[in-house]
């Protein structure tokens, strides 16, 4: 599996972005794409993630600001980001999960259960 971030860059506060994850090699039915955020000196924080069978869980720190989603055909997932904060800054890296969907509810945070991992690309947010 490969996983390719996309769209970082500088934002101010309140501005937005839309974040890309393309992956490829994925042989499972029942996986879980998941965005995650490093801040410099803080540890991973799971954002926001998606399943295949359409499940969608966020942080309660990007609820009703953050939105993910999936084109099956593209293999891509976007996560955009509105009304972007100061404390949204930092490396976002997504992961797949292989065969996570149907325990989905339970071990999506879980940073052991994702065996891919992107690169990573970086948001700063500004004031």
């Known amino acids: 599996v490969q996983l390719v971030e996309s769209g970082g860059g500088l934002v101010q506060a309140g501005e937005s972005l839309r974040l890309s994850c393309k992956f490829s090699g994925i042989t499972s039915d029942d996986y879980a794409v998941s965005w995650f955020r490093q801040a410099p000196g803080m540890s991973r924080e799971g954002i926001s993630s998606?399943?295949?069978?359409?499940?969608?869980k966020y942080a309660d720190s990007v609820k009703d600001r953050f939105t993910i989603s999936s084109d099956s055909d593209k293999n891509v997932v976007y996560l955009i980001m509105n009304n972007l904060k100061l404390d949204d800054t930092g490396v976002y890296r997504c992961a797949v999960s292989d065969g996570l969907a149907p325990y989905f509810d339970d071990y999506v945070w879980e940073v052991a259960q994702y065996d891919r991992w992107g690169q990573g690309t970086s948001v700063t947010v500004s004031s």
């Open positions: 998606i399943s295949s069978d359409g499940s969608i």
